[in-house]
């Protein structure tokens, strides 16, 4: 007897795309429903939303997808069963190479680039059964939080069209919120997990520097600002797709050798008693519009009404070295990667100003420059390892503004303050990166005129799962990506 026939009423299709991913998951496994329908619900769903969105670019051709995904339940009938991602339909971040698919970087550079291998985070959702059914835009080589570029133009924000989405992962926030994708992935040098969770009301998650290996890669051993990790709508997806995307890689040498089944099982767990330190603005040190310090407060409130015990702290560091520190290190890896770009006068054309500018800073750089930002981060990692003799974790806002005004290439200041760079804006998020500490952004709740905001939760070295635990922990006393949907949803 067919198993789906023991479900008398299947999921419609308003209910597959609006399912958590492991909910949808087990449908698939237990024949529930057929990954074709899955499919087709997305695509419908997708055909809907995403024109006014623009969350994922280089979709692909209905056709080929549905027959996919055919192919999926054709697998199921004979016992082949791939792994939890059997049938999910998935967008990678347009950062990441993927096989016979689009993978632009946002860039004209690489306008017709169709990669003939898959980076090992594609593969290896590849290998679950996930199928890849377009890409999720990215500003321009992921450089700035604010999702637009030439090549695609600009995604806007799930719970305002006329602000901006966030970025560099963006389009997987956007997508996420919309429910064009069960789960996503997407990647983080700058709060590019971060700040988009927060500014669509889901989760993002910057795992420890090695969990989630960079192959390919040129440098192996010094570039550890920026590497990949999941988004959810639940911590409980989120925590699964990093199962797949962890792991150790012998061309990673710097990856971590833990089982990353461990975030495969449950996040239950009694957070009660836990030591949070609240760095909010380090003292006003960071400027902040008005409202993100308040509405980050009350969801630490919800913190302590699970448990936790929230104190204001600081680190004894002075901040103005930790942003000197991150510029001369975003210089030198800029100036790396682009810089064969730079050199060429039409390929030069082709960067934005703001890469043009971090290559012409990573030049004028002296080797000395370069050492003396390691050292100065090595001490700040040191500073927040004093903290963690106090704090099991470490809090701060996502975001130092809510979303602003998409038009606008970057806000040019912040409650007052002029903004000196194109990312001046988003210092708050370079102390969990210059550190490689794991670090997710949840969601705390919408101010008056809707925007959503989200905290960062740091937790200690190579702690992913403990702070995976107090965010679901935290999901499950809120709800509030169930509890306020997108304008586009809820209509």
């Known amino acids: 007897m067919n198993q789906a026939s023991t479900f008398p009423v ?15 998951s087990q449908w698939i496994r237990l024949r529930k429903v057929s990954c074709r329908d899955v499919m087709s619900a997305f695509l419908d769903h997708i055909e809907r939303v995403n024109p006014a969105a623009n969350a994922i670019v280089s979709l692909r051709e209905r056709p080929a997808l549905l027959a996919e995904a055919a192919e999926r339940d054709a697998q199921l009938a004979r016992g082949e069963y791939l792994g939890w991602m059997h049938g999910l339909p998935q967008a990678p971040k347009d950062l990441t190479a993927t096989a016979g698919l689009a993978s ?11 990669p003939t291998t898959d980076a090992l985070m594609a593969a290896r959702m590849r290998a679950q059964g996930a199928i890849f059914i377009g890409k999720t835009n990215t500003p321009e080589f992921g450089l700035g939080s604010h999702t637009y570029n030439t090549v695609f133009g600009t995604t806007l924000n799930a719970y305002d069209p006329t602000r901006s989405a966030g970025g ?5 926030a956007v997508a996420l919120a919309l429910r064009m994708l069960p789960v996503a992935d997407g990647s983080d040098m700058m709060g590019s997990l971060r700040n988009p969770a927060g500014w669509n009301n889901v989760f993002g998650f910057r795992p420890s520097q090695g969990r989630v290996p960079s192959v390919p890669a040129h440098d192996l051993f010094f570039h550890q600002l920026g590497y990949a990790g999941p988004m959810g709508r639940s911590v409980g997806d989120l925590a699964m797709l990093l199962s797949t995307q962890a792991g150790f890689d012998a061309r990673a040498p710097l990856s971590i050798a833990e089982d990353p089944a461990q975030f495969a099982g449950s996040l239950e767990r009694d957070v009660s008693g836990s030591r949070i330190g609240w760095l909010g603005n380090y003292d006003g040190y960071l400027p902040m519009e008005d409202g993100v310090l308040a509405l980050c407060e009350s969801a630490l409130a919800q913190f302590e009404a699970i448990g936790c015990k929230v104190d204001p702290t600081r680190p004894d560091f002075a901040m103005e070295r930790v942003w000197q520190t991150w510029l001369t290190l975003r210089h030198f890896s800029c100036a790396g990667t682009l810089g064969g770009f730079y050199r060429n006068p039409e390929q030069r054309a082709l960067l934005k100003p703001e890469a043009q500018w971090e290559v012409e800073g990573g030049l004028k750089l002296s080797g000395e420059d370069v050492w003396n930002a390691t050292v100065t981060r090595s001490q700040w990692y040191n500073a927040l390892l004093a903290l963690f003799e106090r704090y099991d974790y470490l809090a701060l806002p996502s975001a130092q503004l809510f979303p602003f005004d998409a038009r606008e290439p970057w806000p040019k200041s912040v409650a007052g303050r002029v903004m000196d760079t194109y990312h001046r804006w988003m210092e708050v998020v370079i102390g969990a990166s210059l550190a490689g500490l794991p670090v997710i952004s949840v969601p705390a709740g919408f101010n008056a005129q809707g925007l959503p905001m989200g905290v960062q939760i740091i937790g200690k070295p190579h702690a992913d799962l403990r702070v995976l635990q107090l965010a679901h922990a935290y999901d499950q006393a809120t709800q509030w990506v169930k509890r306020r949907l997108p304008p586009a949803l809820s209509a």
Request: avoid cysteine.
């Open 168 to 172: 560099s992962s963006g389009g997987t």
């Open 104 to 114: 632009t970087q946002g860039s004209p550079l690489f306008r017709h680039e169709i």
């Open 10 to 24: 299947p999921p419609s299709p308003h209910d597959l795309v609006m399912a958590d991913a492991l909910q949808l």
